[in-house]
């Protein structure tokens, strides 16, 4: 069987930039990092796996028009853009719209605890949602070894689905549009897709493909699905 043509930026192979306040592993080119195999992929810009100190602050400029995706793995974050305050936890995942020069603050609520969280960004040249309508509920609890869909709305470019699994359980993501692009990133855990063994912070992009078939390879396995 054919593989579908796709490219895997393996875990040990990001960027890597480190301070006392944050741990960031970045799976494309961003600030300091640079390599000729890390460009972007198509609209897809930033995949960064960031961790940030108990009770710290960071900031985010950002570089181009874009949509910002929050997605919390351990711990929640506050988020600051323009006067306005958000608060995301597990379970939940924000977007925001972010101009070219706009600088985000991200700080970590708990004093004791260091949080760990997903940040994609998507180049765009329409807004078409506030903030406010842009904050997406799930719940693994409830809908094991699926894929949920979690951010779908037809004013945005892109759709955001994730899934709980346990060992050797399957699923079929089916693309919305045979002209999108798919990108993949295993949160936790082992998965064999289209063919490829991934480990945990492993990520995927395919094209050309209608649908994607995967399966866990360890209990508790976690994938975050990016289609766009």
Not at 23 to 36: A, G, I, L, P, V
Not at 204 to 213: A, F, G, R
Request: some cysteine; overall charge negative; charged content about 20%.
């Amino acid at each position: 069987m054919a593989l579908t043509p796709g490219q895997i930026f393996l875990a040990d192979q990001r960027g890597f930039d480190e301070t006392a306040i944050f741990r960031r592993y970045s799976t494309f080119n961003f600030e300091k990092y640079y390599s000729e195999h890390r460009a972007p992929y198509g609209d897809l810009f930033l995949c960064n796996d960031e961790s940030i100190a108990g009770g710290k602050l960071n900031f985010f400029l950002s570089k181009q028009d874009s949509y910002q995706i929050f997605f919390p793995i351990t711990g929640g974050i506050d988020l600051v853009q323009g006067g306005n305050e958000f608060s995301i936890d597990t379970g939940q995942v924000q977007v925001l719209n972010l101009g070219k020069g706009e600088v985000l603050e991200i700080s970590n609520p708990y004093a004791n605890s260091v949080v760990n969280y997903i940040q994609l960004g998507i180049n765009t040249d329409m807004f078409l949602l506030r903030a406010r309508d842009m904050l997406f509920n799930f719940d693994f609890e409830k809908n094991p070894n699926q894929l949920i869909q979690i951010v779908s709305h037809p004013k945005l470019p892109f759709k955001l689905s994730a899934g709980i699994f346990a060992g050797r359980e399957e699923a079929i993501y089916s693309m919305q549009n045979n002209q999108s692009k798919f990108f993949c990133i295993v949160i936790d855990g082992a998965f064999e897709i289209e063919g490829r063994l991934m480990h945990a912070r492993d990520s995927l992009s395919l094209w050309d493909t209608e649908q994607v078939e995967l399966e866990a390879l360890s209990n508790n396995a976690i994938i975050l699905i990016l289609e766009f």
